[in-house]
């Protein structure tokens, strides 16, 4: 165990080992705060990396089998319209979609790539902080093989999201705050701030956790962290990259703040109300879950994880926001590999009863088998869907057991309905549809039909521009008819065409009627803004 000699220590036991200083030394009232934790293991890259080569193996043999998701096209959408912010996320993931959109337009897997190696490295993160948690071989391995198997880690290889950058970013810098405390380097603090700024264009979650580590260490310590000059620079990086996005949230009136009332309503409606929020961070974590609770119970417990409590506070807000606050459970998977790392070291460093050992294993090795066959057998083949989705809380499921389907029906309808127009009338025409999916889906799966430029006033899409005040015809696409929620704009609107498979889904194939409409009211440049909505338009109940 090292001790900064540039402060004042006295003599005495921390974390159960005695210290001695020749001479003695000054009593100071921070002076737990001096005593730098021990030098940790190597790190056990050899089986470490067959879990990460293993796992990613596995995510890899499936990233083209799901459909397109609907918000995977939105961010392909969003990458040709690139701004400084969006409504409903920050500019990174939009950026990703662009670049995979340029090399190989249409390809699913280099869309979802970005997505799958913040998988990876998040287990990898967790076997790194089981090491600063002073966990051996056996520790970092047991770490990382939990967060692999979770359904978290499942999810967030699947397809391109905001969520899936976010938890590996989150993980990376509670992960840099950990070392800092051995090795006191400024210079972690920095690059942390630097990937809280990367986080922050993601999801706007990162200043949360910035400032729940602050809370943490000044009630825990080590509160020299808050007077370094790495903590300092680090977060005026952070504010300094938020203020171009700030800038375009102010200009657009906020929605990434209104957002916040829409996702919980959403949520709530997914998981069937604030009760079943519990059950949902169970389904998150899965059977190895478990190890998260110990390592809940080890981070107040443990002697050795004594100097990183302050990451308490952000843990214990997160997990208040998703089951209290009926946010996304998905929030609180940065702190997963945290978890797990404290409850590896804390499970490794104490003599178990056989039966406990042989239970432990158990239920890793079938949390193991149940993320492989998810893997492997998933998404389902079309035929096996024998339901019709006719509410909110089974879209979840049916996503993730089949896939997103019905684009090129809703696409079809639509050319077909393009082309029943003269096209003379063709070169005032435009197309708005009533939600983002729709539009995502035939600015970018229906590029090559020569269709109508694509306008839609819902979410991010809303802020995309809209149609021409020249523009003489509409073709609307929705689940309600125009006049109810486009009358300031439409008249005359007549049903053209209708996409509506009982088992589609719902608002992309199934009850969607497309019209034909006049804009002989407001100009459209005048009404737009008020024509904005957030809140998604799917037709369940």
């Known amino acids: ?41 190597r790190f056990a890259w050899r089986p470490v990396g067959v879990v990460a080569v293993v796992a990613g193996g596995l995510f890899l043999s499936r990233l083209g089998r799901y459909e397109f998701g609907g918000d995977e096209l939105y961010f392909i959408a969003a990458g040709r319209q690139l701004a400084l912010g969006y409504a409903d ?94 090795t006191r380097a400024d210079w972690l603090l920095v690059l942390a701030g630097l990937v809280a700024a990367v986080d922050f264009q993601v999801k706007w979650l990162a200043p949360m956790v910035w400032a729940g580590l602050a809370v943490g260490i000044a009630m825990f310590g080590p509160r020299a962290l808050l007077r370094s000059r790495g903590w300092w620079f680090g977060s005026a990086v952070l504010v300094v990259t938020a203020v171009p996005t700030l800038v375009w949230q102010q200009r657009n009136g906020w929605p990434q703040v209104a957002m916040g009332a829409v996702v919980r309503a959403e949520q709530l409606a997914t998981s069937g109300g604030l009760v079943a929020m519990p059950w949902q961070v169970v389904m998150v974590t899965g059977p190895v879950g478990a190890l998260a609770l110990v390592g809940i119970w080890a981070g107040l417990r443990a002697q050795r994880l004594r100097p990183y409590r302050f990451l308490i506070p952000i843990v214990v807000v997160g997990l208040g926001a998703v089951v209290v606050g009926g946010l996304r459970p998905y929030f609180v998977v940065g702190a997963l590999p945290g978890l797990f790392a404290a409850g590896a070291v804390f499970v490794v460093d104490r003599p178990w009863r056989p039966v406990l050992v042989r239970g432990g294993a158990v239920l890793t090795a079938c949390s193991a088998l149940l993320a492989a066959a998810f893997v492997l057998v998933l998404p389902l083949p079309g035929h096996r869907l024998q339901t019709p989705t006719d509410r909110y809380d089974q879209i979840d499921t049916r996503s993730k057991l089949f896939g997103p389907t019905g684009w090129s029906a809703l696409i079809d309808g639509v050319t077909t309905a393009t082309h029943q127009i003269p096209a003379a009338e063709r070169t005032r025409l435009a197309i708005v549809t009533e939600n983002y999916w729709q539009a995502a889906a035939l600015a970018t799966l229906g590029r090559d039909r020569a269709l109508p430029p694509v306008f839609s006033p819902h979410r991010g899409y809303g802020y995309f521009g809209a149609p021409d005040d020249d523009t003489t015809a509409i073709l609307y696409v929705g689940l309600t008819v125009p006049h109810q929620t486009m009358s300031e704009v439409l008249t005359h609107c007549t049903p053209v065409h209708r996409v509506d ?41």
């Open 1 to 41: 165990m090292a001790i900064r000699r540039s402060d004042s220590v006295k003599e005495g036991v921390f974390n159960g080992v005695e210290i001695r200083l020749p001479g003695g030394g000054a009593v100071v009232p921070e002076a737990v705060e001096t005593i730098a934790v021990e030098t940790p293991a």
């Open 501 to 541: 498979d009982r088992l589609g889904y719902p608002g992309v194939n199934r009850n969607i009627t497309i019209w034909r409409c006049a804009t002989t009211r407001q100009p459209w440049s005048t009404a737009w803004p008020g024509l904005r909505t957030l809140p998604l338009v799917d037709g369940t109940t």
């Open 89 to 182: 996320q920050g500019p990174v993931v939009p950026l990703l979609a662009a670049v995979a959109d340029v090399l190989a337009p249409g390809s699913r897997e280099l869309l979802r790539l970005p997505a799958l190696l913040a998988t990876v490295a998040s287990i990898l993160l967790a076997a790194a902080i089981a090491r600063e948690f002073g966990g051996g071989a056996r520790a970092q391995t047991i770490a990382a093989i939990c967060y692999a198997c979770t359904p978290a880690a499942v999810m967030q290889a699947a397809m391109a999201s905001t969520y899936a950058l976010d938890a590996a970013l989150t993980a990376g810098i509670s992960w840099l705050f950990i070392r800092w405390v051995r």
